[in-house]
């Protein structure tokens, strides 16, 4: 028995029981998330996911770390058919249509990964290339490159960042100009996670000369599409098992009904797509956070120094309790912008709290458990040499610290030069908590 209306999936299933409290209670529109605690029917996601992990994933970690790159298909194939890469996604297209706060148990359970590659490209798929697709896409485009997506036939990749803009997202300088019933993209993106296994690639492009933040598209790409060259593999300190890349476009042509939405939105878009990039970032911190202090608390308890475990200096015990502490305070942050964002409040100002917390207290978290484990934390043996490499850059990718500061600062009323509000038309099935939660963005 399963959690969608999809079809009979295989070993990683919710029992029956919780299927049908999660259709009552979606039927009922009860809130399944009350108070930041999950009930019972998250925890059985969480278990079933954790269990997957255990078998398919983490025993398969350290080889695909060292080989630089892990089997994308393969992996997302056994998720997909799980249900893992549509739990907030319309039914109709494979997806579990669950709330929000289904997507963020699945976060924290998916942080169980040993490493952060693997929890960041599966990210990139669910949070953030798809959310505007499931938003505002057409049924076509939801067809061609939704539903395969969500079943994890296809993996795909997010093209925002180009060389000359990562923070500035409005000076982008990718084009897609229309030729008849097409586009044709000219530019380049830089950094593209899943680059070299994508089969789809969601691009903000300039589609006219107007203002920046009213002449961008969001485009689905197929990868496979003549003009587009992937340059080599970036080389990074972290995040191994994950492949990055530039990516070149030449006169790629697709057809214009590829486009996510209305033409000129995409800036709009993307904004409101990365409030959950943004929200999976910090769900996926919690379990590295807690396992870097678990591993720690662990080794300090055997290792002997002056005739006393390392954990028996009470700066040590002192700190590890500090440090959970501070873990439980982004869960708390974490849970109450999901609650609210499921509810549709805008969010913007607690995504980028979670988001900025989680950026700085996961590297405070490494950095001080690996200081406890000498010089063992100074090699590539220990989980916690890992998470500090790989977590460093959660407070680079998807909107810098400083980004997030001038967002809070902005939501405050602190930061000079107030933007104006823009205007938008959502397609005409758009739910009531999705034009509430547009409405604070747009
Ligand atoms: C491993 C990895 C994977 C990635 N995956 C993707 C992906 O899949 N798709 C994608 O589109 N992008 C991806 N990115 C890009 C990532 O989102 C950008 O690196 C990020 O947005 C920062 O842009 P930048 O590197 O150009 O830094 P810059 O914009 O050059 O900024 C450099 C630094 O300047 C500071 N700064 C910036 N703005 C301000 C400000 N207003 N005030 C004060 N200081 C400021 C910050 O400290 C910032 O770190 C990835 C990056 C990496 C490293």
């Known amino acids: 028995m399963l959690i969608s209306s999809r079809g009979l999936r295989t070993v990683y299933i919710l029992p029956t029981n919780s299927v049908r409290l999660l259709r009552d209670s979606r039927r009922a529109n009860i809130l399944c ?23 398919e994933i983490n025993p398969y970690v350290d080889q695909w770390e060292e080989e630089g790159q892990y089997p994308a298909h393969e992996v997302f194939k056994k998720l997909g058919q799980a249900g893992f890469l549509g739990i907030t996604k319309p039914e109709k297209y494979g997806g579990l249509g669950l709330d929000y706060s289904f997507a ?44 395969p997506s969500i079943a994890g036939d296809y993996v795909s990749c997010l093209g925002v960042s180009e060389p000359g803009s990562g923070s500035d997202v409005a000076t982008i300088q990718t084009t897609a100009r229309r030729d008849g019933d097409d586009l044709i993209i000219n530019g380049q993106k830089m950094w ?7 089969d789809w690639m969601c691009l903000l492009a300039n589609t006219s000369q107007a203002a920046p933040h ?23 300190i972290g995040m191994l098992s994950s ?31 990365f409030q959950e990039e943004r929200l999976a970032a ?29 954990l028996d200096n009470q700066y040590v015990h002192y700190r590890l309790a500090e440090l959970q502490t501070e873990i ?31 950026g700085r207290l996961v590297r405070e978290v490494t950095d001080s458990c690996l200081q406890f484990w000498g010089g063992m934390g100074f090699t590539k043996e220990v989980i916690v040499s890992r998470f500090y490499r790989d977590m460093r850059l959660v407070s680079i990718g998807g909107g810098a610290d400083e980004v997030m500061l001038s967002i809070i600062c902005k939501y405050m009323g602190i930061l000079p030069k107030l933007g104006k509000k ?3 038309v959502l397609p005409t099935e758009t739910s009531e908590v999705e034009t509430k939660r547009a409405s604070h963005l747009l």
């Open 214 to 236: 009213i002449n961008k598209s969001l485009i689905c790409v197929p990868m496979d599409s003549p003009g587009i060259h992937l340059a080599k593999r970036i080389n990074k």
């Open 422 to 424: 823009k205007q938008v």
């Open 33 to 55: 998330f009350k108070g930041g605690a999950y009930l019972l029917e998250h925890r059985e996601l969480q278990s079933s996911l954790t269990k997957l992990i255990d078998t």
């Open 282 to 310: 910090a769900g996926l911190l919690l379990r590295p956070l807690e396992k870097c202090v678990e591993a720690t608390i662990e080794y300090t308890k055997n290792r002997q120094a002056f005739g006393k475990s390392i």
């Open 192 to 198: 593209i996670t899943n680059a070299f296994q994508a």
């Open 104 to 147: 963020v148990a699945a976060h924290e359970a998916l942080g169980s990964i040993n490493c952060g590659a693997i929890p960041m490209s599966v990210g990139v798929q669910t949070d953030m290339s798809t959310p505007a697709l499931a938003r505002f896409g057409s049924h076509y485009v939801k067809e061609q490159f939704l539903a």
């Open 328 to 358: 439980e305070a982004l869960r708390a942050l974490t849970y109450r912008a999901t609650e609210l964002y499921k509810e549709g409040e805008d969010v913007t100002k607690l995504v980028s709290m979670c988001k900025l917390k989680g």
């Open 243 to 273: 492949d990055t890349a530039q990516i070149f476009f030449e006169d790629v042509r697709v057809p214009a009904k590829n486009l996510i939405g209305e033409e000129g939105k995409g800036f709009t878009y993307q904004m409101m797509q």
